[in-house]
């Protein structure tokens, strides 16, 4: 029984290093060169190193809009699949992708961090590659963050690409048939509307995806991360509080400054029941659905954008309903689009 029970805490203390090291890891590569190639170049006699880090910089400053550097390997990493286990995050396929199409997975909703997306679309830890064969997914995240030395590297190794226009059209036109530009439609701002028994997404403005899909013959694919909402509690304090003021405030200057969302949160500490900031062991169960076949056109107009969104959110609300039940909603838990 004293062996059993070792086994067992090791593996859930590898699955929370798992975690945490997530985010750690990008602050930690991006910090290096930001320290380091300034330092070189003024402090010490090794400055050709930084200036050969900047020229290399510069002459692939393109690669993340043109497709990228994916690695099977960095995807294939075992750690992946300790951060999968953690939570459970699970991916369910309700239709086959054909690889004779392109298409653009439009998930929802965007959680705080987005664990679900980037477990199932950034890494093979849930199989994306056996469950959908012959089909290349690339999450779009922030382009900032290809704009840091190592950082960009890292993630590109993984798959993800830019959500811009130029980058994502790239991946859609350029590359052939087989790829599927995934895009957390709601973005940052809906990380404000996220908190447990939430099933809020916002949409009814974000048409952006829908015209890109017009322009590129991209499929329209709807998927929804089930529990993603569940693993965070977000704190909102009451209005006319002083708590409340600063609050407010401090989510106005993070999004003048950094041009993304603030919100307020927390989750477990490294022991069940602590409080901390590690997310809640709480399933999150991805679902893809039925793909949206979609016409080309070069320019569509904004009658014809309207009318494959709203299309698009007809097939959202029916895979939502389909599978709320099964995935921990109650039958009356309708979703909500803003």
């Known amino acids: 029984m004293v062996a059993v029970f070792s086994r067992l805490d090791v593996q859930e203390g590898l699955q929370t290093l798992c975690v945490m090291q997530w985010i750690a890891v ?120 290809f704009w840091i030395p190592l950082v960009r590297d890292y993630v590109m190794a993984m798959g993800l690409c830019p959500v811009s226009k130029l980058a994502m059209e790239y991946t859609l036109t350029q590359k052939g048939s087989g790829n599927a530009v995934v895009i957390v439609v709601g973005g940052a701002t809906e990380a404000l509307l996220c908190c447990p028994g939430a099933s809020t997404v916002l949409l009814t403005q974000r048409k952006g995806f829908v015209k890109l899909a ?16 569940e693993i965070y509690n977000q704190e909102t304090f009451p209005e006319g509080t002083w708590i409340r003021f600063f609050q407010k405030t401090f989510q106005k200057t993070f999004k003048r400054i950094l041009g993304l969302n603030f919100c307020t949160f927390h989750g477990r500490g490294l022991t069940q029941g602590s409080w901390g900031f590690l997310p809640f062991n709480r399933p999150i169960t991805t679902v893809v659905g039925e793909p949206l076949p979609i016409p080309k056109i070069k320019r569509p107009n904004k009658e014809t954008v309207d009318k494959y969104h709203a299309l698009y959110i007809s097939a959202l609300r029916k895979l939502f309903d389909q599978h709320k039940v099964a995935f921990g909603l109650s039958e009356n838990q309708e979703l909500t689009i803003i």
């Open 26 to 145: 990008y602050v930690i590569l991006g910090a290096i060169p930001i320290i380091l190639i300034p330092y070189f170049l003024v402090v010490t006699k090794f400055w050709a190193f930084a200036v050969l880090a900047l020229a290399w910089l510069a002459y692939d400053w393109d690669t993340h809009s043109r497709g990228g550097r994916r690695t099977a390997w960095v995807r294939n990493w075992t750690l992946w699949k300790y951060f999968r286990n953690y939570f459970p995050i699970k991916l369910v396929k309700t239709h086959d992708l054909s690889p004779k199409h392109n298409y653009i997975i439009a998930n929802h909703p965007h959680g705080v961090i987005s664990y679900g997306a980037f477990i199932n679309f950034a890494t093979e830890a849930t199989g994306f590659a056996r469950i959908f064969p012959s089909v290349t997914p690339s999450l779009a995240t922030l382009e900032g963050i």
């Open 214 to 229: 017009l322009e590129t013959g991209a499929y329209l694919v709807p998927s929804y991360s089930f529990g993603e909402n």
